[in-house]
């Protein structure tokens, strides 16, 4: 009608060119290598995760520790989507795959003159199982739907820690300028922010305040900066799959978007059974500091990260070990990790270090060393069962796994008991109740 305005459509109205209708309708070979690229990909990201997650442990503050807690949920939380999504959608294509191939064997379909069944079964069957090709168009369309809304999951996911990762550095930068700024409660105060323009958005799209004319005028262009803000580059990608799902929830495809919901619901829920075991086998609950604090001091318990004879192939040093389960000689060769979460205690016990711009190169790396030697001896409390031991040399040492970063001692054997013995660390870490931190290590001497 004249004068009406018309929603236009986003689709071009000019015909398509020929290699691109040929594409669209191969889009499943396409579909299939990325697939099991993205699935091979995928079972490597746990390990990439878990190698950041030590790298955070090793190298932040005590302030960073809670915010890098969540920040790591959601792309272990992707993770697992893209596993499992990936693999259904792998499942289904392969059996579209051989429904196509089954159709050209029998290009007819089911044959109804046949003596397995009666006419009156097999009238009431083909009402059911109306047509192969229908049923093979819409497991197509199933599988081009999973592929893509997983894909899209995965991405907001992604770009959420991308997004908390920018907050950090915001929030970092904010302290250096302000030291008496709390990191944390900046980002708590910069993701309430985030949190608020979220809410505004969506009151905005409420169905009381979306046709009043002063929301028109603010409506497209704040959501479309506050989801630059948030999804950065992946923006318009999000923006075409979330808007294609939304606007034809109610189409005539609703039975193929319902089934798609279901699919990808189940894929969700055997997500997140499977991230939890993701979670515990990496070191992320150690972010936590009650879950640090109490790491692993049970005295009744041979832990094999307490001796380097028993590590697993692939460890974290998180926690002091020896050398053995069983000692026979006359010293007891002590490693202490370093972790910067740590620093601050120290600080407070031993003074913070002030470089002299004065010295070389040379000479501010001895002094540095030197520092933190000292400092050891008054950081670390070690005792022999029950008796504390005095007068330990402390060495700083890399160690080969991983290069970790920690303290090297050596203690003589004189005193051990025969078989069973206790040593035992305290350390200045201390939590919120004002307990130093305990490591109980048991060990079998053999020696005379």
Not at 41 to 69: A, I, R, T
Not at 207 to 232: A, C, D, E, M
Not at 237 to 261: C, G
């Amino acid at each position: 009608m004249k004068g009406k305005k018309v929603i236009e459509s986003n689709i071009s109205t000019k015909k398509k060119p020929k290699w691109l209708r040929a594409l669209e309708t191969q889009s499943w070979q396409a579909e299939l290598v990325i697939s099991g690229l993205a699935i091979f990909g995928s079972l490597q990201l746990p390990s990439l995760l878990n190698n950041l997650v030590d790298y955070c442990l090793f190298n932040f503050s005590e302030e960073y520790m809670e915010v890098f807690f969540f920040l790591f949920i959601y792309p272990y939380f992707a993770a697992t989507i893209l596993i499992f999504s990936f693999i259904a959608h792998l499942i289904l294509r392969a059996l579209w795959i051989g429904m196509l191939g089954l159709v050209s064997v029998y290009p007819n379909g089911i044959n109804p003159d046949q003596d397995f069944f009666s006419k009156d079964y097999m009238k009431k069957f083909l009402k059911e199982y109306p047509d192969v090709n229908l049923f093979n168009k819409k497991l197509d369309d199933l599988c081009s739907t999973i592929f893509a809304s997983s894909s899209s999951i995965a991405i907001v996911m992604i770009m959420i820690s991308i997004t908390l990762s920018l907050i950090i550095i915001i929030a970092t930068f904010i302290n250096f300028l302000f030291p008496s700024f709390n990191i944390l409660r900046i980002v708590l105060i910069l993701g309430g922010i985030f949190f608020l323009f979220s809410l505004f958005a969506s009151l905005l799209n409420s169905k009381s305040l979306r046709n009043k004319l002063w929301v028109q005028k603010i409506h497209f262009p704040f959501t479309q900066l506050f989801g630059k803000i948030v999804y950065l580059f992946a923006m318009r990608p999000i923006s075409y799959i979330s808007m294609i799902f939304m606007t034809n929830s109610k189409s005539k495809k609703t039975s193929l978007l319902s089934l798609t919901a279901l699919v990808s619901v189940f894929t969700f829920v055997f997500a997140i059974l499977l991230v939890f075991p993701l979670l515990k086998k990496s070191n992320m609950t150690y972010f936590q500091q009650e879950n640090y604090f109490s790491y692993r001091t049970n005295s009744s318990h041979i832990k094999a990260t307490k001796y380097e004879n028993l590590f697993p192939k692939k460890t974290t040093l998180l926690t002091p070990f020896i050398q053995s389960d069983i000692i026979d000689g006359a010293t007891i060769k002590l490693f202490i990790p370093w972790l910067n979460r740590e620093q601050s205690f120290a600080d407070i016990l031993c003074g913070e270090y002030v470089e002299d711009k004065e010295m070389t190169k040379n000479e501010k790396r001895l002094a540095s060393t030197k520092y933190k030697v000292n400092c050891s001896n008054k950081y670390f409390e070690i005792s022999l069962n029950g008796t504390i031991i005095t007068d330990l040399k402390y060495y700083q040492h890399h160690h080969p796994i991983n290069g970790t970063i920690g303290f090297l001692t050596y203690i003589p054997t004189k005193d051990c008991f025969p078989m069973e013995n206790i040593l035992k660390l305290k350390s200045h870490y201390k939590n919120e109740e004002g307990k130093m931190r305990e490591t109980e290590i048991p060990f079998i001497f053999e020696g005379e």
